[in-house]
């Protein structure tokens, strides 16, 4: 079995979702310094993949076969889910149930 990185599973959950014409966008979230200031951008433990189906809210961490969330994504994931959001942990294009 080939190991997809993090980065193609997100990119092939990327076109699918366009493909579907499902309104998505690329949440992108880091830190990073400069000039000894720190910066820092985007929501800690959001998911990787941000998309609206029927209303609803719904989070994708796109995750390697070995990949694990850390508690900010595990704390987002609860969050989200308390407030009627969904949120899917995909390690490949066939986890994707929308």
Excluded: W
């Amino acid at each position: 079995m080939v190991k997809l990185k993090e980065s193609h599973i997100q990119r092939s959950v990327l076109d699918y979702l366009s493909l579907k014409n499902i309104f998505h966008y690329r949440q992108n979230t880091g830190a990073f310094k400069r000039d000894d200031h720190f910066y820092q951008f985007g929501t800690k433990g959001s998911p990787d993949v941000v998309c609206v189906i029927n209303g609803q809210y719904v989070g994708i961490e796109c995750k390697s076969s070995t990949g694990k969330q850390s508690d900010s994504q595990k704390d987002f994931q609860e969050q989200l889910e308390k407030a009627g959001g969904k949120y899917l942990i995909v390690r490949s294009l066939e986890d994707l149930k929308l």
